[in-house]
C-alpha cells in the first residue's frame, strides 16, 4: 500500500496496514525554509518556492503528503480582500475586506481563477506533481467558506450581521460558498488528491451551534457535496459542541485539534460517518514539546482510534524539524 492509496483509504475510513501520518494544515517551518532557500513571504506567492518548502515537510520531515500552500488568505485575497504578507515566521492575515458596507453583487468575478495567487497555486500544484513521485498525495488547503464569508466583509460585520441583517449574512455565505466550490475544484483539477479547509470562524468559540446546525452546515454541505475529490474540513477550537453537526457535512473526514480531549469520545459521537485526523498538539506539543511527548500524544490519539496521526493545527514555523519528524517516528514506533 503506497502513501497516497493508504491517506485515501484511511479518510474514507477504509481498512489500511497503519495509520497514515500527514499534515492536512501549514505545514513550513523555519528550520525548512533554511534548507530549502523557500522563504515566507516569498513561498506564498512564488509557485516554485511554495512547491519546494512543501515538498521539504515530506522529504525532510518524512510526512506522508505534501501539503500547500500556507496561509487562508489566497482565494480572499483573489475576490479583493487586502493582505499582509507577513514575515519569514509570521502568516499572512487580512487587513481589508471589500464588503464591509454589504455584498453588491450576485456572481463570482469571471476571472477569479486567475486573480490574485490563485494561479501561482495551481502551479504549485503541477510542479509538485512532476517532482513527487505519484505514489505521494497531494494535500491542498485553504480557507473554508465560512471564514471566506467573514472576510470579505470582516469578522465584527459578519457576527453583527449573523443577527441584524440576516438575508446580508445568508447572501455573503452562499457567494463565498460558490466561490470556494469553484476554486476548491480548479485545485483538484491541477492535481490535487485532497482538499482541506481550515474554518476556524465556524468554531463555537465564534458561532453558537444552533447557527452552525442552521445556517453555517448547509453550506459546508454543499461544499463538501460539489467538491470533486476526498474533503477534510478543520475547524479550530473545542468542536464536541458541533461534532454531531460536523459529521453530517458530508466530508469524508473531520481534524481536529488536541481542545477535542478525547478521540474515543469523538469517535463515538461521529461513528462511521467520517474518520477522523489529527489531535496531536499544534503548539503545546509540535512547537514546544519533545520529541517523546509528541510520541506519547501519537501513542495515545492511535490507541483511542484516530484514523490520520497528524497535527490537531498548523504548524507553526518555530517548530523544530526533529519534533516533525517525530510524529512519523511515533507512529512507526506505535504498530512496532
Ligand atoms: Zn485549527
Request: aromatic content about 6%; proline content about 6%.
Amino acid at each position: 500500500m503506497n502513501y497516497k492509496e493508504r491517506l485515501i483509504k484511511a479518510l474514507k475510513g477504509e481498512d489500511v496496514d497503519k495509520a497514515p501520518a500527514v499534515s492536512v494544515t501549514q505545514t513550513a517551518i523555519v528550520e525548512l525554509m533554511d534548507i530549502k532557500n523557500a522563504e515566507w513571504p516569498e513561498a506564498h506567492s512564488d509557485p516554485k518556492l511554495m512547491a519546494e518548502l512543501a515538498i521539504a515537510a515530506h522529504e525532510f520531515g518524512n510526512l506522508e503528503a505534501v501539503r500547500y500552500p500556507y496561509c487562508l488568505t489566497v482565494l480572499a485575497e483573489a475576490l479583493g480582500c487586502e493582505v499582509n504578507m507577513g514575515t519569514k515566521n509570521r502568516q499572512p492575515s487580512i487587513t481589508d475586506h471589500p464588503y464591509k458596507k454589504g455584498l453588491d453583487r450576485e456572481d463570482l468575478p469571471e476571472n477569479l481563477l486567475e486573480s490574485g495567487r490563485i494561479p501561482a497555486v495551481f502551479e504549485a500544484t503541477n510542479i509538485i506533481k512532476e517532482k513527487v513521485d505519484e505514489s505521494v498525495p497531494l494535500i491542498a488547503g485553504m480557507e473554508g467558506p465560512i471564514t471566506l464569508a467573514s472576510d470579505l466583509c470582516s469578522v465584527s460585520k459578519f457576527m453583527k450581521w449573523s443577527i441584524k441583517k440576516p438575508e446580508e449574512f445568508e447572501k455573503l455565505l452562499d457567494f463565498a460558498t460558490e466561490a470556494a466550490v469553484k476554486y476548491a475544484n480548479g485545485l483538484v483539477e491541477n492535481g490535487a488528491d485532497v482538499i482541506c479547509v481550515a474554518d476556524p470562524v465556524a468554531s463555537p468559540d465564534l458561532m453558537n451551534p444552533k447557527d452552525f446546525n442552521e445556517r453555517l452546515k448547509p453550506r459546508l454541505t454543499k461544499f463538501a457535496e460539489d467538491v470533486q475529490s476526498v474533503t477534510v474540513l478543520h475547524v479550530c477550537g473545542n468542536v464536541t459542541p458541533i461534532l454531531d453537526m460536523m459529521a453530517d457535512c458530508n466530508f469524508t473526514a473531520l481534524s481536529i485539534e488536541e481542545k477535542v480531549a478525547s478521540v474515543r469520545d469523538a469517535k463515538d459521537v461521529v461513528g462511521d460517518r467520517v474518520s477522523l485526523v489529527g489531535n496531536v498538539s499544534s503548539p503545546f506539543s509540535l512547537l514546544s514539546g519533545t520529541p517523546d511527548k509528541i510520541k506519547d500524544d501519537v501513542t495515545r490519539a492511535l490507541s483511542e482510534g484516530i484514523d490520520v496521526v497528524a497535527p490537531g493545527c498548523g504548524i507553526a514555523p518555530n517548530t523544530p524539524l526533529e519534533n516533525v519528524k517525530a510524529l512519523v517516528s511515533g507512529r512507526d514506533e506505535y504498530y512496532q
